[in-house]
């Protein structure tokens, strides 16, 4: 009975748009007076205790990185590249806003972050290139969900915190689930362009173009491999690369590219904490709920009831990828980690599969979540950009959905995709 007081006060608010942290906060609170056998400083335990952890301090810094650099002249000349590879052909200004993703993605951690930075440039830039305006926020959004699987990813670092798994190899394993995530949507953006006669640029960019593009942008090409580089060369941890991709995108941005004054360092600031406050919120009320569902003994019930369906390991990552694709509709993908990972993992575990490839499996399928109503926070953010309706973004990205859902099964069917890059770095 207790459990069904603290998902039902759960669903209630999140019917009435009560915020997710509140949201996991109250129904938490409800549920420890309804229980009388817990103290109600339980809560206030779980919001000070969850937040104590040096690798959770990489959020905040990830956050403000991306934040920094996303004013930094950075996102431009990120485009500028792609534009050189793939501007002349077919859809070319979609693909290219699939690859600037993706090199920003490397950078931010954060799927909206991506679609915020992406978005306000180059959806009005498809559409005076001709392209119709729910698609190009449809490529957008979806492209923006790369931002949690090619890392640095504040999910898979949260997963390894909860989950007690490396977070420089979750970053390592992301890297070509991440590309090949990338490659559907490009796959999918080019067969859409080429069927409304979508055609890139008349210029065509020589490599000489494509030499200087890159010189241009090689600070901010420098990031992935810095953070990537330093954290499995052993010179720093996830959390130390966190606050070096702070103090490298300042110095990029105020004297290399010289676009970012340090008067806006004030509101960059501001709008950073604003996020990592929101962030904290969640991943404290989402902590409690959890440790509230372990007393109840909620994990060892799901576990039982999904063996009880069937042990075949193919039917159970089925049925779990299932519950993750729901749960992404209507919850927060940190919140969805943090109560569902103690939940799934030993499971996943039981049935021989990797906690690094589970980690992959679990951020990618709740990164689609980011593109599914009525949650879709990708389509809140491309919406607000485009000014078109949540209804439309949403039939429009709906063949990404596909793709991506496609690209998912692959990369839980071909483990090595996420653990091959790992087994060569060691």
């Given at each position: 009975?207790?459990?069904?007081?603290?998902?039902?006060?759960?669903?209630?608010?999140?019917?009435?748009?009560?915020p997710i942290g509140i949201s996991l906060g109250v129904a938490t609170l409800i549920t420890i007076v309804y229980s009388g056998k817990i103290p109600v400083d339980f809560l206030a335990q779980g919001l000070i205790t969850s937040i104590d952890s040096f690798p959770l301090m990489a959020v905040p810094f990830f956050i403000l990185a991306g934040e920094i650099m996303a004013?930094?002249?950075?996102?431009?000349?990120?485009?500028?590249?792609?534009?050189?590879?793939?501007?002349?052909?077919?859809?070319?200004?979609?693909?290219?806003?699939?690859?600037?993703?993706?090199?920003?993605?490397?950078?931010?951690?954060?799927?909206?972050?991506?679609?915020?930075?992406?978005?306000?440039?180059?959806?009005?830039?498809?559409?005076?290139?001709?392209?119709?305006?729910?698609?190009?926020?449809?490529?957008?959004?979806?492209?923006?969900?790369?931002?949690?699987?090619?890392?640095?990813?504040?999910?898979?670092?949260?997963?390894?915190?909860?989950?007690?798994?490396?977070?420089?190899?979750?970053?390592?394993?992301?890297?070509?689930?991440?590309?090949?995530?990338?490659?559907?949507?490009?796959?999918?953006?080019?067969?859409?362009?080429?069927?409304?006669?979508?055609?890139?640029?008349?210029?065509?960019?020589?490599?000489?173009?494509?030499?200087?593009?890159?010189?241009?942008?090689?600070?901010?090409?420098?990031?992935?491999?810095?953070?990537?580089?330093?954290?499995?060369?052993?010179?720093?941890?996830?959390?130390?690369?966190?606050?070096?991709?702070?103090?490298?995108?300042?110095?990029?941005?105020?004297?290399?590219?010289?676009?970012?004054?340090?008067?806006?360092?004030?509101?960059?600031?501001?709008?950073?904490?604003?996020?990592?406050?929101?962030?904290?919120?969640?991943?404290?009320?989402?902590?409690?709920?959890?440790?509230?569902?372990?007393?109840?003994?909620?994990?060892?019930?799901?576990?039982?009831?999904?063996?009880?369906?069937?042990?075949?390991?193919?039917?159970?990552?089925?049925?779990?990828?299932?519950?993750?694709?729901?749960?992404?509709?209507?919850?927060?993908?940190?919140?969805?980690?943090?109560?569902?990972?103690?939940?799934?993992?030993?499971?996943?575990?039981?049935?021989?599969?990797?906690?690094?490839?589970?980690?992959?499996?679990?951020?990618?399928?709740?990164?689609?979540?980011?593109?599914?109503?009525?949650?879709?926070?990708?389509?809140?953010?491309?919406?607000?950009?485009?000014?078109?309706?949540?209804?439309?973004?949403?039939?429009?990205?709906?063949p990404f959905f596909i793709a991506m859902l496609t690209t998912l099964i692959i990369i839980i069917f071909v483990p090595q995709l996420s653990l091959y890059l790992i087994s060569i770095l060691r």
């Open positions: 009975m207790t459990a069904t007081v603290l998902f039902v006060s759960f669903a209630l608010l999140l019917l009435l748009s009560v004013k930094g002249g950075l996102t431009e000349r990120l485009f500028k590249v792609a534009n050189t590879i793939v501007g002349n052909k077919t859809g070319g200004f979609a693909i290219a806003t699939i690859i600037t993703c993706m090199f920003f993605a490397a950078i931010s951690g954060s799927g909206p972050a991506t679609v915020a930075a992406i978005g306000g440039m180059m959806i009005p830039a498809m559409v005076k290139q001709g392209y119709d305006k729910k698609f190009a926020t449809a490529v957008v959004c979806a492209a923006g969900s790369l931002g949690v699987i090619i890392p640095p990813s504040i999910p898979m670092v949260i997963y390894g915190v909860v989950g007690s798994v490396s977070i420089g190899n979750l970053f390592i394993a992301g890297v070509i689930p991440g590309l090949l995530v990338a490659l559907g949507l490009i796959v999918w953006a080019y067969i859409y362009s080429r069927k409304k006669g979508y055609r890139g640029t008349e210029e065509k960019s020589s490599l000489g173009d494509f030499f200087k593009s890159v010189w241009d942008a090689k600070w901010a090409l420098l990031v992935p491999v810095i953070i990537l580089g330093g954290i499995y060369g052993g010179i720093f941890t996830p959390t130390e690369a966190a606050v070096i991709a702070v103090v490298y995108g300042l110095v990029a941005s105020l004297l290399l590219y010289r676009e970012l004054d340090i008067k806006e360092l004030p509101k960059i600031l501001a709008d950073s904490s604003l996020t990592t406050a929101t962030v904290l919120i969640i991943i404290g009320t989402a902590t409690a709920f959890g440790r509230l569902l372990t007393i109840e003994q909620i994990p060892q019930q799901v576990t039982e009831v999904l063996l009880s369906i069937s042990e075949n390991p193919i039917i159970i990552i089925l049925l779990i990828t299932v519950l993750l694709l729901l749960v992404g509709c209507f919850m927060d993908t940190l919140a969805a980690i943090i109560i569902l990972t103690p939940i799934l993992l030993p499971i996943a575990v039981n049935i021989g599969i990797d906690p690094i490839h589970f980690g992959i499996i679990m951020v990618v399928n709740l990164a689609i979540g980011f593109i599914t109503p009525p949650l879709g926070v990708n389509l809140f953010v491309g919406s607000g950009i485009s000014g078109l309706s949540i209804e439309s973004i949403s039939r429009a990205v709906l």
